[in-house]
């Protein structure tokens, strides 16, 4: 047998025992009443009692997003929700990552900006947006006079980087919303500006960023304003026209409500 044979017989063989196959059935039949009974290894040894081994423990499924609920929702303030995030050991994507990604910027600031996940820039330093997105991202503040020293807060929806910055999958996003609510509830801002689909999916349950981006609506109990993803506009630089209509949109939201 050459080595490609032996590597599809063995998938096709282990794409069989997945599927439940315990047995191998050969060309002639086996009267299995016939054989003698397999004894137990115990049965081997000269007397004594059978010895039966313990029944293994059921093995408790981890309901990942309501241990995620408990856990946000136990945290006082921003450094414990921090604390419980890096103690959350329900995300593969922990294990994957350099650092957890908190956030960055003024705690309590008015304008609080919802990211997706840390690239490998923000998993080496382990603050939000401080890659080629992140530049754009100040020199857009910048533009309306915020900025992240003063006047944003800043996080994502995922706190570890995703490898090859994949898309977060639908229970990541389920498991690490509760943390993102509670952050908001902890942080006060006045409104969130949501980056992004993956913001989107996670604040608002939508996608559809094209359709989204503009439009005041409300997310985690605030005002919420749904923008292209910085990183979006370094590749479609025509949205930008877009991206300056939203930050001026930002703007009167601001001035209105000071
Ligand atoms: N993109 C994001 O959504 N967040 C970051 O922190 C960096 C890039």
Redesign the pocket.
Known sequence: MDWHEHIALRAALEWQVELGVVDAVGETPVDRYAEPPVKPASANKAAGPAVVPPAAAPVAEVDAVAEAVAAAAAAQDLPDLQARLAAFDHCELKRGARNL?FSDGVAGARVMII?????R??DREGR????R??QLLDRMLAAIDLSRDSSVY?T?VLPWRPPQNRDPTAEEIAMMRPFVARHVALAKPDLVLL??N??CDAGLMKRGITRLRGQWTESYGVPALPMF???YLLRNPRAKRDAWADLLSLKHHLEAGS
């Open positions: 990604v990211g997706e996940a840390p690239g820039d923000e939000p947006f401080v890659g997105a992140g800043i994502n980056m992004g993956i913001s993803h910085p990183a």
